[in-house]
């Protein structure tokens, strides 16, 4: 008996996984609230194509001289349409697509399944997850569909794709999630990858799973030739439903911001800072702004943030960008061996993303130098501060020139570089670099950790300590 429920429960399971004998009912379930974009802008009139390229002194010269002088006038500005997809989220007529589908429209229409058309507005725009909630007025309520949750999606769970390729309107293609969390160049991106066509017109449609929730916003492709090869890509609900929320209440985006810069730690400086295992976010850098108030410094690793365990820089900067401006969260930080409570209240970024700091170019002098780990060094000086623009350093060491063969050279230090911290702790002088690398090599550790500055940025490092 045990064993013939063993075998039911795997026939059901199998029976659950199959794919459906059609998609027929799917598509009659959600297809009304798939809409088609058309959108419309006056752009500037041009001089005219390029002109022919005729031999001087040929007898068509004067020719073609009087034809282009007769025959291309400045050209009067014109209209051009683009097309697009979109899909309702509410029968009160809000609808979402891709930023780049109606930037720049100064006319967008929403074409319905039914054979009506509608002319929409803008009610805000996010470009850097290229998302996009517009609003139509109807005399009805309109068939909308709702988000899915796109975390619960495996790789090889079937999905739908509608929309309107290449100007063909309402169709359907089918296929499997191909590969999930995948970044190709934005700060929050987090894409499900899908082998259902997708091409040109079918931006900002949706991506349904089998229950009829979107669980993806069809943004782009990778093609050589223009055309769907079966790598798309879909903006996951789980960032889209937070963006469309923040548009409807506000017309904006309004993320929190921590106000440090990090980098991810690796295996060596793991080793460094004593961490057991390499995860986390290191701090690089803390301004003036909410992470200097709640108490973050320069080498903590945050940990967990708001009760989220912290993996890499990437998911930190996706969690706190999901909360809210004004949110006092918990972070917990890695330091000296052990961890730390603090509370930060979260500003907003895109304030803060306002603020920015140049310095100039600049190198240093030559000077008396000693060298440490195959890099020459010099104490910073205030001729040098003033050449390699870094007014804001108190101190440190300056890297004169750096051997090629060193493992300095291959984590990527280059002359100019301040060093500001090894270990953990200021570096003032050459001899103190020095004790601090002895100090490192007689505690038994594989490498020393240092902070270093270029152009204004810092960053760790993790040098071996093994010949």
Known sequence: MLALATIMGAMQARAQSAPPATFA?????????????????????????????????????????????????????????????GFVISEDGYIVTNNHVIEGA???????????????EIIGTDPNTDIALLKVEADEALPFVPFGDSSAMRVGDWVMAMGNPLGQGFSVSVGIVSASGRALSGTYDDYIQTDAAI????????????????IGVNTAILSPTGGSIGIGFAMSSDVVTNVVGQLREFGETRRGWLGVRIQDVTE???????????????????????????????????LTFNGADIDDTRGLVRIVGESAEGET???VVFRDG??????????????????????PDGAPVPTPSAEVLGMELVPLTDELRQQLGAQGVANGLVIETVDPASDAAAKGLQAGDIITEVAQQPVTSVSDFGARVRAATDAGQKSVLLLIRR?????????????
């Open 25 to 85: 009912d799917l598509v009659d379930q959600v297809g009304d609230a798939v809409v088609n974009i058309t959108t419309s802008a006056i752009v500037a009139g041009r001089q005219g194509g390029p002109a022919p390229i005729v031999p001087e002194g040929s007898p068509l010269e004067d020719f073609f001289n009087d034809f282009l002088d007769r025959g291309n006038p400045e050209r009067p500005p014109r209209r051009s349409q683009a097309l697009g997809s």
């Open 106 to 120: 100064d006319e967008i229409l929403i074409e319905f399944r039914e054979g009506f058309t509608l002319e929409a």
């Open 199 to 214: 091409n040109r017109g079918n931006s900002g449609g949706p991506l349904f799973n089998l229950a009829g929730e979107v």
């Open 268 to 302: 060596e400086l793991a080793e460094g800072l004593g961490l057991e295992e390499a995860r986390g976010a290191l701090v690089t850098d803390v301004p003036e702004g909410p992470a200097l108030d709640g108490g973050i410094e320069v080498g903590d690793v945050i």
């Open 329 to 331: 969260v918990r972070v």
């Open 338 to 359: 052990g961890t730390e409570t603090l509370n930060v209240t979260l500003g907003r970024r895109e304030t803060a993303e306002g603020l920015s700091a140049t310095t």
């Open 455 to 467: 152009a204004g940025n810092p960053r760790f490092v993790a040098l071996s300590l093994e010949e």
